[in-house]
């Protein structure tokens, strides 16, 4: 099993493509949506506790990618319903003119972003009695890559060093992001 500093670094990775599309704030606020959203998946640890459902053990259900684009959505049009007005109102990030498509798109992005880097790390290590099908229903059978041994503290650590130092690097960078339909500010 994946080390929870393994799901952390890899989610951070997943995250650095955010530094091209918005920028500095908007870039550590998804690095942290990625973050809060990288364990996800492992819902099934809880859930199998309180119903019995065969789809509910772990690495079922919750380690898909389809589950985590229809739940990654779901999240996304609760976060531009809710959360703009209030963005908008408090001017958290010094617009005043945030639209609920762009929050829309920021937080099923972040959140998907964390998901999925979970299915991809929980795939990289997966060992023959963890192996999990992460295109289940539209591809039944079970993926094994197990390319590295994720739970191997050097290794997990060598990946949330990068990690970090990719971020801090980016932070540091005086750029700025492309221009998009979706910035911020």
Do not use: K
């Amino acid at each position: 099993m994946v080390e929870p500093i393994g799901h952390v670094a890899m989610a951070l990775l997943s995250a650095v493509p955010a530094w091209l599309l918005w920028g500095r704030r908007p870039a550590v606020t998804f690095a942290v949506l990625t973050q809060a959203t990288a364990l996800v998946p492992d819902v099934d640890l809880y859930l199998r506790e309180h119903f019995g459902h065969p789809l509910l053990q772990h690495h079922g259900i919750t380690h898909t990618v389809p589950f985590m684009l229809v739940v990654g959505v779901v999240f996304g049009v609760g976060a531009a319903y809710a959360l703009t007005p209030f963005l908008n109102a408090t001017r958290l990030i010094h617009s005043d003119s945030i639209t609920s498509e762009t929050t829309f798109v920021f937080t099923t992005a972040a959140f998907c972003a964390g998901g999925l880097s979970h299915i991809a790390v929980d795939l990289l290590s997966a060992e023959p009695d963890a192996a999990i099908a992460p295109l289940w229903p539209l591809y039944r059978d079970d993926v094994i890559v197990n390319i590295i041994a994720y739970d191997s503290t050097p290794v997990n650590l060598g990946l949330i060093v990068t990690a970090l130092v990719i971020h801090v690097a980016l932070y540091r960078a005086e750029r700025y992001p492309y221009e998009t339909r979706w910035s911020v500010g």
